[in-house]
């Protein structure tokens, strides 16, 4: 069996998906990590130390431990912050190892903790296996750039990484075509989704639950909330749904993130007032993995609007639920819906095109059929099978040569 050191520099698994910089990362690092701990495999999760209160090292479960590593101050850092204390939390994982020994694989999720990594495999010369969630250069393409530095890195990294995980074709050919990745190294790894918790149920039922009138058309936004994920055009399309006489609300599930979460928020609340939809929009704060399937069973539809999407997991959870998706035709979305089976995928940001694709995903004659065929496409998508993908893949690795810069 493997002992697997996984990289999770800039947020812990173990914190509420949609704060602050936790998303879908999270989700991933936490179930992924549990999958294999439970495969008989041993992982250690390395994360930089935001509370001095933090104990040094949590047992999640047999196999599964969380390391908080000293790397600048103990408290929550701006993302222009984090940049800086990489080495330090590298010199933390390495001085970690030197008491453990080193691992058979090392494990980055996210281009700060491939920084930390790609140093760490060199020193070791062990293995590295690189989740990057997101990529500059695709997002600067679909939205705005950020970092020219983030650009090199990902790049430097992606050259030398001996394994990169897509988590769907689109995302394996976005490293060919913007990294000149190799193929040979690209692996598609996709995600899971936890069936214990996300599955159909009784809409009525779920909407008592949740203390909502239960004959109201519900849509559902759940994410960060910042520029990138398109809340506002979540808004918009309910604005316009309503303008159409469908009496509609919307529940936005997540708080602010990144340099503009705060100006996004205070634009939607702005944005609500002017339209007249106070009664009709309701901000719920990011919930636990047990309230957000209520939400995602209580709604008629979900829309997930993002600029851009490496995969889309709230997608995915959204359809094992049985709610169907109106999804932007962008990254691993187009794997994940399936028009007029699933959900539809909309190739505009006009609210009019958005609020057609709800129309036509709430007709009766299509909102049964969808929802049975979401459940059946989710249950194609396991934790345990995508850790059982990356365990075979660090057991190939350990007997090949490593890529070298």
Same mark, same amino acid.
């Given at each position: 069996?493997?002992?697997?050191?996984?990289?999770?520099?800039?947020?812990?698994?173990?914190?509420?998906?949609?704060?602050?910089?936790?998303?879908?990362?999270?989700?991933?690092?936490?179930?992924?990590?549990?999958?294999?701990?439970?495969?008989?495999?041993?992982?250690?999760?390395?994360?930089?130390?935001?509370?001095?209160?933090?104990?040094?090292?949590?047992?999640?479960?047999?196999?599964?431990?969380?390391?908080?590593?000293?790397?600048?101050?103990?408290?929550?850092?701006? +993302?222009?912050?984090? !940049?800086?204390?990489?080495?330090?939390? $590298? &010199?933390? /994982?390495? #001085? @970690?190892?030197?008491?453990?020994?080193?691992?058979?694989?090392?494990?980055?999720?996210?281009?700060?903790?491939?920084?930390?990594?790609?140093?760490?495999?060199?020193?070791?010369?062990?293995?590295?296996?690189?989740?990057?969630?997101?990529?500059?250069?695709?997002?600067?393409?679909?939205?705005?750039?950020?970092?020219?530095? +983030?650009?090199?890195? !990902?790049?430097?990294?992606?050259?030398? $990484? &001996?394994? /990169?995980? #897509? @988590?769907?074709?689109?995302?394996?050919?976005?490293?060919?075509?913007?990294?000149?990745?190799?193929?040979?190294?690209?692996?598609?790894?996709?995600?899971?989704?936890?069936?214990?918790?996300?599955?159909?149920?009784?809409?009525?039922?779920?909407?008592?639950?949740?203390?909502?009138?239960?004959?109201?058309?519900?849509?559902?936004?759940?994410?960060?909330?910042?520029?990138?994920?398109?809340?506002?055009?979540?808004?918009?399309?309910?604005?316009?749904?309503?303008?159409?006489?469908?009496?509609?609300?919307?529940?936005?599930?997540?708080?602010?993130?990144?340099?503009?979460?705060?100006?996004?928020?205070?634009?939607?609340?702005?944005?609500?007032?002017?339209?007249?939809?106070?009664?009709?929009?309701?901000?719920?704060?990011?919930?636990?993995?047990?309230?957000?399937?209520?939400?995602?069973?209580?709604?008629?539809?979900?829309?997930?609007?993002?600029?851009?999407?490496?995969?889309?997991?709230?997608?995915?959870?959204?359809?094992?639920?049985?709610?169907?998706?109106?999804?932007?035709?962008?990254?691993?979305?187009?794997?994940?819906?399936?028009?007029?089976?699933?959900?539809?995928?909309?190739?505009?940001?006009?609210?009019?095109?958005?609020?057609?694709?709800?129309?036509?995903?709430?007709?009766?004659?299509?909102?049964?059929?969808?929802?049975?065929?979401?459940?059946?496409?989710?249950?194609?998508?396991?934790?345990?099978?995508?850790?059982?993908?990356?365990?075979?893949?660090?057991?190939?690795?350990?007997?090949?040569?490593?890529?070298?810069?």
């Amino acid at each position: 069996m493997a002992r697997l050191a996984v990289l999770s520099y800039h947020t812990s698994p173990l914190a509420q998906p949609g704060t602050g910089d936790g998303g879908g990362m999270n989700v991933y690092v936490r179930e992924l990590s549990s999958a294999l701990a439970r495969l008989g495999h041993e992982v250690d999760v390395y994360t930089r130390r935001d509370d001095a209160h933090l104990r040094d090292t949590l047992l999640v479960e047999p196999g599964f431990r969380v390391h908080h590593v000293t790397a600048g101050p103990p408290t929550p850092l701006s +993302r222009e912050d984090f !940049e800086r204390y990489v080495d330090e939390f $590298a &010199d933390g /994982v390495s #001085a @970690s190892f030197r008491c453990t020994g080193a691992p058979d694989a090392i494990h980055a999720n996210y281009w700060l903790s491939a920084i930390a990594g790609h140093r760490l495999k060199h020193e070791l010369n062990v293995p590295l296996v690189v989740t990057f969630h997101t990529l500059e250069r695709v997002k600067a393409d679909a939205f705005e750039a950020e970092s020219e530095v +983030r650009s090199t890195q !990902e790049a430097a990294i992606v050259a030398c $990484a &001996d394994a /990169v995980l #897509a @988590s769907c074709e689109v995302e394996a050919e976005q490293f060919v075509r913007y990294y000149d990745a190799s193929p040979s190294r690209v692996h598609i790894v996709p995600l899971g989704v936890q069936h214990a918790f996300f599955a159909p149920g009784h809409r009525p039922q779920a909407r008592r639950a949740l203390g909502l009138e239960p004959d109201r058309t519900l849509l559902l936004y759940v994410g960060r909330l910042q520029a990138l994920k398109g809340v506002d055009l979540a808004l918009e399309t309910l604005i316009e749904t309503r303008l159409r006489g469908r009496d509609a609300t919307l529940a936005i599930v997540g708080g602010p993130s990144g340099p503009d979460g705060r100006a996004t928020l205070a634009y939607l609340h702005q944005r609500v007032a002017d339209a007249g939809v106070i009664d009709h929009v309701t901000f719920v704060a990011p919930q636990s993995h047990q309230l957000l399937s209520s939400w995602m069973r209580a709604a008629d539809a979900t829309l997930v609007p993002s600029r851009s999407e490496s995969f889309g997991l709230v997608a995915l959870e959204s359809s094992a639920c049985g709610t169907p998706v109106v999804a932007s035709e962008v990254g691993g979305l187009a794997n994940l819906v399936e028009p007029g089976v699933n959900g539809l995928l909309v190739n505009s940001r006009a609210p009019g095109a958005w609020a057609d694709a709800v129309a036509t995903v709430l007709d009766e004659d299509h909102a049964t059929t969808m929802s049975t065929a979401a459940v059946l496409l989710a249950k194609r998508y396991t934790w345990r099978s995508a850790g059982e993908s990356l365990a075979s893949l660090t057991d190939a690795l350990a007997t090949s040569g490593l890529v070298h810069c």
